[in-house]
């Protein structure tokens, strides 16, 4: 009766998986060791999967419990972000760059900023430095809170009580930004060699007390976890990314720091205030979930330092080098530039290049998420489904980041 | 005369039976998403009738009003008999349930055979509608849910074996009996009730065994296909589980209906009294369920087959031997049993944590290195 029906061709990566299915038959692989055939599922998670964290579409091979094949498949948030460049000006794109990768849009924004900045050799005020590294910072804290709660969500209904306390935290730091730049996630603040608005009034003892309270709430979220048995077995010594790993496939951020490589561009490759500042680049040795989880909490610390010293050291002065009319008009020597910046998931980088005109003859992004994502099949294959899930969790993706 | 009075109460405790899974299931769903907000910091449904408590009534009947849909290729028989099924096992479980002194439908002699008997039954029909479904999230979680119920059955029969031991009778009715005068099955066997309850907590699939419809992983399980009133069923089936396991666990381990001034108030041959306290005390294990599931974080599925076979069973095994030494030597065995069963109870609860952490942390410790 089922031939009444007919069932839709499936799809490339589908094939894919099929094909892949096959030739390991072929070679002999397809079967255990006591010559049963396994018995190989093709399921396919996403574009709507409830912990895929956006429209990511996994095409995973199931033997049973166990994941023996991930294909990833992209590009279901593409909305042409780099070509849109071509047709704007160097101004008009600032608000579009927040909507590439935009639960921590502002540092996108930072980097494109950069990249303009240094392509145009514009010099920023000191005090808009200052404020770009408060803003900053406090959307990593907001990005690694989304971060960390959507992962511990995946692992169970306490991580549900988890999301809720950690986006509750996080509207404190959209609720200061939103004072500050009028917007909760599409900020549009930067401007090439400044920022768009001084500080209001207050606003500089508000971030205070809220810098205050948070390393007492990251207290609370790790008491939460930290000590669970269940949660440290889940977590520990699971999706392990080796240095080599790090290396080959270019992974960059808290996933690289978690193995122990102490790549962090404030540091590595100083851009704006961060040499005069104190901070400390976390790394662990484990490169297991619990550490991915582990360095994001103490990043948080750490931008939460970094944000008080900045409001210490503070400078008066204007927000905007030139006349308030020179971001406006930009037109950058022909030259090419790129320019890295720490995102809160890895190395943002902004390659431009310009031919002399009003607008920019090509832009490209380098996503940390993008070359995280590559690593998925190496790493998921051979995991149970809780594990994948708990993983792909761990390792924080954004879909806008790299479908951009 | 006999025999249409026998049917006129088959059909009354009939009707009260359903009427309790489907009163049971509207007030602990309502009961379970307000507590969960309470304890996520949020306001829960709070907008239709005072403090929402008409919310599940309202999601009943939006149910009601949806299509009636089944997938193509699914099977539809099948497929239409795993919902109707599902309810069977929370109905006839309460066969043996005495609410109260003067209302049980049957004091059937093997009381505590037919309750593990009837339980089954929620397997079967959440493996039939999963397999035919005609989805690999459906069939994957309804194969959870087989190999899960299954492997937490024994253990709960490992828990009610002591207490046929203890009362010496399979009669529900004669275990409640035997816990009159504060004798509660629970106070001298705590570590009985400890192993039942969490075997129970796994046959209902809730937090932290809730596997075969853990959300982000399996899209939602044996249920994924299921939409409109045939998922309200299994719905309406897991909440009022809570309520019916709850129910088990009082009538078994704390005295049932049997309370101060149980029997004070008393007519038409019925304890009012005594149907409060148990009320009571089943909300205060349902309240118990509700904490646990948002206090732990999900097993993984040999974590889950392992805490059975490697721990619960043995445990309930050894349990059962030394339940009967003590019943067999001990000359006053209810102190006997209360002494080994609190130290045994302690022991589980105040060792099992630390143990798990020594052998996380050593694992930790022999762990790799990836930085060096």
Known sequence: ?404 | MDILLGILRAIVFVVIAYMVVFVAALVNIVFERRALAFMQDRHGPNRTGPHGVLQSVADAFKMMGKEDFRPLLADPFLFTLAPIMVMIGAVAVQIVIPYTDGITATGLDVGLIFLVAITSFTTLSILLGGWSSRNKYSLVGALRAAAQMISYEIPMILGLIVVAMVVGSLSVVDVVEAQSGYQWIAFYAPFTFLIFYIASIAELNRGPFDLPESESELVSGYGTEYSGMRFGMFFLNEYAGMTIMSMVAVTLFFGGWQGPFAEAVQFWGVSWIGLVWFLVKTYLLVFALVWIRLSLPRLQVDQLMGFAWKVLIPLGLVNILATAAVMLWVPSWKWGLAVFSWIAFFAFVGLLDPILKYRLRKQRERQPVVSA
């Open chain 1, 1 to 404: 009766m089922f031939d009444e029906f007919e069932t839709p061709e499936p799809d490339e990566a589908v094939k894919l998986a099929l094909r892949r299915i096959d030739e390991a038959t072929a070679r002999g692989e397809g079967s255990d060791a006591d010559g049963l055939a396994f018995n190989e599922v093709v399921v396919n998670m996403g574009p709507q999967h409830p912990s895929t964290h956006g429209v990511l579409r996994l095409v995973v091979t199931l033997d049973g419990e166990l994941v023996k094949d991930v294909i990833p498949v992209i590009g279901y948030l593409h909305r042409c972000k780099e070509k849109l460049a071509e047709r704007r000006t160097y101004f008009q794109y600032i608000p579009i760059v927040d909507r590439t990768e935009y639960v921590a849009s502002i540092n996108c924004e930072w980097g494109y900023v950069l990249a303009v900045e240094k392509l145009a050799g514009i010099r920023p005020t000191r005090r808009a430095e200052f404020i770009r590294v408060i803003t900053g910072e406090l959307m990593r804290i907001a990005s690694h809170l989304v971060a960390v709660g959507t992962f511990t969500a995946d692992l169970s209904p306490l991580g549900t009580a988890m999301v809720f306390y950690m986006f509750r935290d996080r509207e404190l730091i959209l609720d200061l930004m939103e004072e500050l730049t009028g917007a909760r996630m599409m900020f549009n603040y930067y401007r090439f060699g400044g920022v768009r608005y001084d500080l209001p009034d207050g606003w500089v003892e508000k971030c205070r007390d809220l810098m205050k309270r948070m390393p007492k709430l990251i207290d609370e979220y790790e008491s939460l976890v930290d000590d669970n048995a269940i949660f440290l077995q889940r977590t520990q010594g699971k999706g392990v990314i080796t240095q080599q790993d790090v290396v080959d496939y270019g992974i960059t951020g808290p996933n690289a720091r978690a193995s122990g490589v102490a790549h962090d561009l404030r540091r590595t490759r100083p851009y704006s205030v961060y040499p005069e500042l104190d901070f400390e680049v976390c790394t662990l040795d484990h490169g297991d979930i619990f550490d991915r989880y582990k360095v994001r909490m103490h990043e948080m610390r750490e931008s939460v330092k970094i944000v008080e010293q900045c409001l210490d050291m503070l400078p008066k002065g204007p927000v905007q080098s030139g006349s308030l009319r020179a971001p406006y008009v930009i037109t950058p020597p022909p030259g090419s530039c790129y320019v890295g910046q720490e995102n809160p998931r890895g190395e943002y980088g902004t390659y431009i290049e310009s031919d002399g005109s009003r607008y920019p003859y090509r832009l490209k992004y380098r996503d940390p998420c993008f070359c995280n994502l590559q690593l998925f099949p190496k790493l998921l294959s051979g995991n149970k489904i809780a594990d994948a899930v708990a993983i792909s969790g761990s390792i924080d993706l954004v879909l806008g980041g790299i479908d951009r």
